[in-house]
């Protein structure tokens, strides 16, 4: 159990979550997208939320102003989340189209709103759970998409409820968060999603 939960945390890791969601999405979608703009769109989502950050990640360790993936100062957190944010502007402003994928650009708005309330969160020194963000996004995303397109996804969403809860597991017992930290990285990764259900859903 204690190696599950450990790896939970690397295969659930929150800059993973918006390629799997973009990849779930391209996989449930009933409308048509064209294959060489669907391919265009994975590549740069996996570009800028997976591996740009990870090499500015090493850029930002090398010169010491973060100690380790982690994360596990709070003071550490304020300029990879402001990096997100930017990089999350950049797809929401060249990627996503309201007037074409309008699903997929409200669900990186969420995504933006939920980093900047992380990030203001850490202006006042407060540690949230990064990973129970990312997890609990993306699960009201695709219950988003499960109503929209009016698709029986009932087995997908119990199976996102048991990784979040997983997710929630694995970070309590490798110390990383507390309950209250774990919540509130809960609601602040699933209420802007909800919120936005309205323009899209």
Known sequence: MNQILRIAGYIFHPLLMPLFAVLWYYAITPRFVEPQVMLANIYAIATLTTFTPIVLFFMLKNIGIVSSIHL????????????QVLLLLL???????PYQEIELYY?????????LTALFLVLFKFKVSLHQMAIAGVTMFLIGVSIHFN?????????????NGLVAS????????????????????????????????
């Open 72 to 83: 596990v100062d709070v003071r550490e957190r304020k300029y990879p989340l402001m990096i």
């Open 91 to 97: 797809i929401i402003k060249l990627i996503f189209k």
């Open 107 to 115: 669900f990186f708005v969420g995504i933006l709103a939920t980093s």
């Open 151 to 163: 698709i029986n996804m009932l087995g997908s969403i119990s199976l996102l409820c048991i990784v």
């Open 170 to 201: 694995s970070r309590i017992h490798t110390k990383s968060h507390s309950v209250t930290e774990l919540c509130f990285g809960f609601f602040i990764g699933g209420i802007p999603q909800f919120l936005l259900f309205g323009f899209w859903v």
